[in-house]
């Protein structure tokens, strides 16, 4: 493995978003490589602060048991649950903690805005944050996007009544703009829409939405 690729895996490993399979091989090779053991421990200590930023909820009373009646050994069923942290009541948390990847270079003062975009099957896919007049953008489960078409960003103010581009997801799903005419606020609506080549030719969302998230800012019920 590359470094990159060796420091991806300690952070999946403790977000806890690696497979069974790649978990255990992520255990051994703590066991045996002190450098990648270190990773791992710098990545506990950068994400344990934002276990605070969503106050913990009691999954409903036989979740865990339809879970495993409905789980059994069908590996697709794995990788929607790997994903789907908010059907778990557990996915505030999961989602305030993959968070941290956006706050290694945030100074100490008031805290940054954030929001998950989530599928309209509520899947998590993006993660933002936004602070000092910026937006930040980054996928936490890379997907492709139909041949000829390509994905734009928006925001939208609460109380604006049209949106305003942020500029083209790239395939590698990270983004960082210093949006023009408007500053990042609680409440703005983040979306990402299905464009034509080149992004929409209006200046306004044609196609539709496929990710969605409201700003709030960190450390707020």
Known sequence: MTAQERDEMA??????????????AARKLMARDAEFAQLVTDWEARLAPLLTLAAPEA???????????????????RRVLRFSWRGFGLGASA??????????????????????????????????????????????????????????????????????SLGLVPESGRLSVTP?????????????????????PTGRPTGPILFIGRLTAAGTS
């Not at 490993?13 to 255990?24: H, N």
């Not at 408007?182 to 080549?197: D, H, K, N, S, W």
């Open 11 to 24: 952070a999946e490993y403790v977000l806890g978003t690696l497979e069974a399979r790649e978990s255990d």
């Open 180 to 200: 023009r005419g408007i500053r990042p606020a609680p409440g703005m609506l983040i979306e990402i829409t299905l464009e034509p080549p080149g992004g929409s």
């Open 59 to 77: 999954p409903p009373p036989g979740l865990w048991a339809r879970i495993e009646a409905t789980l059994g050994d069908a590996q697709p069923a």
């Open 95 to 164: 989602v305030a903690t993959g968070l941290a990847a956006f706050l290694v270079f945030r100074p100490p003062a008031a805290p940054p805005m954030m929001t998950v975009l989530l599928t309209s099957q509520d899947q998590s896919a993006f993660l933002v944050e936004a602070e000092h007049g910026q937006i930040r953008l980054a996928a936490v489960n890379p997907r492709g996007v139909e041949a000829g078409r390509v994905m734009q960003l928006w925001a939208l103010p609460q109380g604006a009544t049209a949106p305003t």
